[in-house]
């Protein structure tokens, strides 16, 4: 009966799909999401999603952490908050970044819902429809999915093994320039890039950000994962170098756990008013509850230890990953090797389809990110993302086996090997 009056309020799906504004046509799910019932099948060693791997968070601290937040100090973690964040939490969070360099005002930082939310905002704030936005090539089907929304046309800059390179920046730029089109910003990922896992070194982030000065566009510098490096730390942010013309995003999803869902923008001071009045009006303020019990956490428990264990952790799964990707991918393969973060990056012969060979895995029992779900204009057709971060080693060393044979009779059928 419900079902028959909501049906009589909204005609059929096209009637509905007019009514929409223009800008929904270009809201649709990521090729990531439509992986996830699959990939999480547990029967299923999922190299595909890059969740966070919580096993080595001790639940029993975390759990004192927020009930003692309730006992003392319940009044305010629930209650509405500030929409540009807790003040104690934002000082915190300058802290936080001392760690990669930066020196911030806590005035200077909004803290957002994670920093997808941050995304949005941005978003929000610059891009008109037919705007360009420069990103890495591949980039983090996340942020690709938030620009496309809002309408922008992304242009792909090309990478290396040492991240975004600077002279492909400024043929990018002057190639738009010269066919008329307006770049809002460029935005990428300096540390442990996702989907690369390449680490930008210090002297192409001190060319690049004098290539965007140069040309007055904006640097949105994306860094959940800074503090994940491995053997040692990364260069310093890009924001310690300029603190004018970069907005720093950084998020506690990686370092602490995802589930507060607390990230954070730092921004120059002439843009956070724009930043905070767009937040209020998506979330009227981000959780006092995730934001109080982050500052306790950071205040009372010992978080760099912490980070330390996590990236130990990821550490043990990526020698799992590169040790197998050396015995079990055919030779024709190539691969990146990171120095952090969460993900390995494949690339193939270019006859190979990693979306069509995505059932054949699945036979096998392995699931991957297909390149293609990275490239805002349908390349990567040959490559994949693999993620370490979740599976046991063991998991891992049985996914890329599996993967290796999968491939191994795809090169065969097409003659390749
Ligand atoms: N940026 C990058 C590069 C990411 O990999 C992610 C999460 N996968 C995010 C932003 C969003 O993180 P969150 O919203 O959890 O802070």
Same mark, same amino acid.
């Given at each position: 009966?419900?079902?028959?009056?909501?049906?009589?309020?909204?005609?059929?799906?096209?009637?509905?799909?007019?009514?929409?504004?223009?800008?929904?046509?270009?809201?649709?799910?990521?090729?990531?999401?439509?992986?996830? #019932?699959?990939?999480?099948?547990?029967?299923?060693?999922?190299?595909?999603?890059?969740?966070?791997?919580?096993?080595?968070?001790?639940?029993?601290?975390?759990?004192? +952490?927020? #009930?003692?937040?309730?006992?003392?100090?319940?009044?305010?973690?629930?209650?509405?908050?500030?929409?540009?964040?807790?003040?104690?939490?934002?000082?915190?969070?300058?802290? +936080?970044?001392?760690?990669?360099?930066?020196?911030?005002?806590?005035?200077?930082?909004?803290?957002?819902?994670?920093?997808?939310?941050?995304?949005?905002?941005?978003?929000?704030?610059?891009?008109?429809?037919?705007? +360009?936005?420069? *990103?890495?090539?591949?980039? !983090?089907?996340?942020?690709?999915?938030?620009?496309? $929304? !809002?309408?922008?046309?992304? +242009?792909?800059?090309?990478?290396?093994?040492?991240?975004?390179?600077?002279?492909?920046?400024?043929?990018?730029? &002057?190639?738009?320039?010269?066919?008329?089109?307006?770049?809002?910003?460029?935005?990428?990922? %300096?540390?442990? $890039?996702?989907?690369?896992?390449?680490?930008?070194?210090?002297?192409?982030?001190?060319?690049?950000?004098?290539?965007?000065?140069?040309?007055?566009?904006?640097?949105?510098?994306?860094?959940?994962?800074?503090?994940?490096?491995?053997?040692?730390?990364?260069?310093?942010?890009?924001?310690?170098?300029?603190?004018?013309?970069?907005?720093?995003?950084?998020?506690?999803?990686? &370092?602490?756990?995802?589930?507060?869902? *607390?990230?954070?923008?730092?921004?120059? $001071?002439?843009?956070?008013?724009?930043?905070?009045?767009?937040?209020?009006?998506?979330?009227?303020?981000?959780?006092?509850?995730?934001?109080?019990?982050?500052?306790? !956490?950071?205040?009372?428990? %010992?978080?760099?230890?912490?980070?330390?264990?996590?990236?130990?952790?990821?550490?043990?799964?990526?020698?799992?990953?590169?040790?197998?990707?050396?015995?079990?991918?055919?030779?024709?393969?190539?691969?990146?090797?990171?120095?952090?973060?969460?993900?390995?990056?494949?690339?193939?012969?270019?006859?190979?389809?990693?979306?069509?060979?995505?059932?054949?895995?699945?036979?096998?029992?392995?699931?991957?990110? %297909?390149?293609?779900?990275? !490239? #805002?204009?349908?390349?990567?057709?040959?490559?994949?993302?693999?993620?370490?971060?979740?599976?046991?080693?063991?998991?891992?060393?049985?996914?890329?086996?599996?993967?290796?044979?999968?491939?191994?009779?795809?090169?065969?059928?097409?003659?390749?090997?």
């Amino acid at each position: 009966m419900s079902n028959d009056i909501t049906r009589l309020h909204t005609g059929s799906p096209e009637n509905l799909t007019e009514r929409f504004a223009h800008r929904a046509s270009h809201m649709k799910a990521s090729e990531i999401r439509a992986l996830f #019932a699959v990939a999480s099948r547990p029967d299923i060693v999922s190299l595909a999603g890059g969740m966070p791997n919580l096993s080595a968070l001790p639940m029993e601290m975390m759990s004192e +952490v927020v #009930a003692k937040l309730i006992v003392e100090n319940g009044a305010e973690a629930l209650q509405y908050g500030s929409g540009q964040g807790h003040p104690k939490l934002r000082e915190q969070i300058c802290d +936080v970044m001392a760690l990669e360099g930066i020196r911030a005002h806590p005035d200077d930082v909004v803290v957002t819902t994670g920093s997808q939310q941050a995304l949005d905002l941005i978003s929000r704030i610059f891009i008109d429809p037919g705007d +360009v936005i420069l *990103v890495e090539a591949p980039s !983090y089907v996340g942020a690709l999915g938030t620009f496309q $929304q !809002y309408e922008a046309q992304v +242009v792909h800059v090309a990478m290396d093994e040492h991240g975004l390179i600077p002279q492909a920046l400024r043929e990018a730029i &002057t190639t738009t320039r010269a066919a008329g089109r307006k770049i809002k910003f460029i935005y990428l990922i %300096p540390n442990y $890039q996702n989907p690369g896992g390449v680490l930008l070194p210090a002297e192409r982030r001190t060319e690049i950000l004098e290539i965007a000065r140069t040309a007055g566009i904006f640097v949105i510098e994306d860094n959940p994962y800074g503090l994940l490096g491995f053997d040692r730390p990364s260069p310093n942010a890009m924001r310690a170098e300029d603190s004018e013309n970069v907005i720093y995003l950084g998020s506690f999803s990686k &370092t602490i756990a995802p589930g507060f869902r *607390v990230g954070w923008a730092l921004v120059p $001071q002439s843009l956070k008013e724009k930043i905070v009045i767009a937040s209020e009006s998506s979330i009227l303020c981000p959780s006092n509850f995730s934001q109080l019990a982050i500052s306790s !956490y950071l205040s009372d428990q %010992p978080w760099r230890d912490q980070i330390a264990s996590f990236t130990q952790l990821y550490k043990t799964r990526r020698d799992a990953m590169l040790d197998s990707l050396e015995k079990h991918f055919p030779k024709e393969a190539t691969w990146t090797k990171p120095e952090g973060g969460f993900y390995v990056w494949v690339t193939l012969p270019p006859e190979i389809d990693t979306k069509a060979m995505m059932p054949k895995a699945i036979v096998a029992k392995v699931a991957y990110v %297909p390149g293609t779900a990275f !490239y #805002a204009d349908g390349f990567g057709s040959w490559s994949m993302r693999l993620s370490y971060c979740y599976p046991s080693p063991e998991r891992i060393r049985d996914g890329i086996k599996s993967l290796g044979g999968v491939l191994k009779t795809e090169m065969q059928i097409r003659g390749l090997n």
